[in-house]
C-alpha cells in the first residue's frame, strides 16, 4: 500500500496547495479506505477507487481551508515544448519551422546512472502540482491514461495537455543535464 | 489524387504532437502524417527516442519514490487503527 504514498500526497498538493496539509490527506485517505474497505464493490479498480476518495477528501478540505485554486489555473501557462530558437524559420526555402540544432540520441550508460534518476526527480519536482500529479500516475505509477484522468477527475484531453507539458519540460531537463 | 494528399508536417508541429502519437490519441490522418515525417528524419527520431527514454526512467521511479518517514507516519497509522 505505500508505494501509493508519494503519488497521493502529490495528488493532494494539486488541491490544497500546501505540503503539510496534502500529506494529512493522503494519511486521512489511508484510514478512510482501511475502514471502508468491506464496502469496496469492485465496480472500479482499486486504485480508481483509492484516488477518488483522495480527492473527494482533498476538496473537501481545499474548501474548507478557502485555498482551492480556479479551474482555468490548473492547466498553467503555455510553454514551447522546445526553445523556438531551436527551429528553422517558417520561410526558410527548404526545411520549414525544421531543427536547426536537432536533438542526438542520449547514450545509454548514462541514461541509467544514479546521477541522470537525480536530475529527472528534480524536473518533476519543480512542475506545477497539476502536472506533477499527472505526470506521477501515468509515468511514475504506471496508470492507464483514463485512470489517470478518472482519478483526478479531469477530462481526458486535460489530462493529456498537462501530461504534454510535463513530459515536455522533463526532457528539455534531462538534455540540458546530459549534453549542456 | 496529389491534390489530396495531406501536408507535410514540419519538425515543429511532430514536437507539438508527440505525446498524442505517444498516448495513441492521434487522428489516422496526422498518425500517418507524423510517421512519414519520421522516416525520413534523424532529428525527429532522436526527439522521439528521448521522450522513449523520459517515460522509462519516469517509470523507473516507481520503487523508490516512498520516503522512510512517510513509510513510519503510515504505518503507524495502520497500526494505531488496529488497536482502536
Known sequence: MDRYEGSLVRIAMMYVGDRVVAEEVAQETWLAVLKGIDRFEGRSSLKTWLFRILTNRAKTRAERERRQLPLSALLGDEEPEVALDRFLPPDHPERPLGWAAPPRAWPEERLLSHETTEALRRAIAELPPAQQAVIGLRDVEGFAPEEVADALGITPGNERVLLHRARSHVRAALEEYLEP | ?84
Open chain 2, 1 to 84: 489524387m496529389i491534390g489530396l494528399r495531406a501536408p507535410r508536417m514540419s519538425c515543429r508541429e511532430l514536437v507539438t504532437l508527440v505525446t498524442e502519437y505517444l498516448e495513441g490519441s492521434l487522428a489516422a490522418r496526422d498518425r500517418r502524417r507524423f510517421e512519414r515525417h519520421i522516416r525520413g528524419c534523424d532529428g525527429c527520431t532522436a526527439y522521439l527516442e528521448q521522450m522513449r527514454d523520459t517515460i522509462r526512467l519516469a517509470g523507473s521511479l516507481r520503487e523508490s519514490d516512498v520516503s522512510p518517514q512517510a513509510r513510519r507516519e503510515l504505518l503507524a497509522a495502520f497500526r494505531d487503527w488496529k488497536q482502536s
